[in-house]
């Protein structure tokens, strides 16, 4: 089993920066990719950023040149940068963790708010 703990978000203006933080425990090894994800009220839930073991990672396009996904391997903590956040990054953003075999995990999620 696989259990994530996302943390850092909050409450900024338009402009600022916030970190999140998806920390793993349990079975570790298991994980392939690790996903941010987040959905905004009345919305569907979207990807946002993914890391793969071998350090790929991808980006929503409107996040690219914003946001920065990272892993600390010693933390087993995968984190998010967010820089300039827009008023239209307020979502809750949630951590997926892909397993071997197709298993999927998910963290409780983490609120982010960005006021004009």
């Known amino acids: 089993q696989v259990q994530l703990v996302e943390s850092g ?3 900024v203006q338009a402009g600022g920066s916030l970190r999140l933080s998806c920390a793993a425990s349990g079975s570790i090894f298991t ?3 690790t996903r941010w994800y987040r959905q905004a009220r009345g919305k569907q839930r979207e990807l946002v950023a993914g890391i ?14 914003r946001f920065t996904i990272s892993r600390d391997n010693a ?3 995968v984190y998010l940068q967010m820089n300039n956040l827009k ?6 953003y949630y ?7 197709g298993i999927s995990r998910w963290g409780q999620g983490t609120q982010v708010t960005v006021s004009s």
Do not use: M, P, R, W
């Open 9 to 11: 978000g909050g409450l």
């Open 52 to 65: 793969t073991n071998a350090g790929t990672t991808n980006y929503t396009d409107s996040v690219k040149g």
């Open 95 to 101: 951590c997926n963790a892909v397993l071997l075999y």
């Open 87 to 92: 008023v239209e990054d307020t979502a809750v």
């Open 75 to 77: 933390e087993n903590t």
């Open 31 to 33: 994980i392939k990719t």
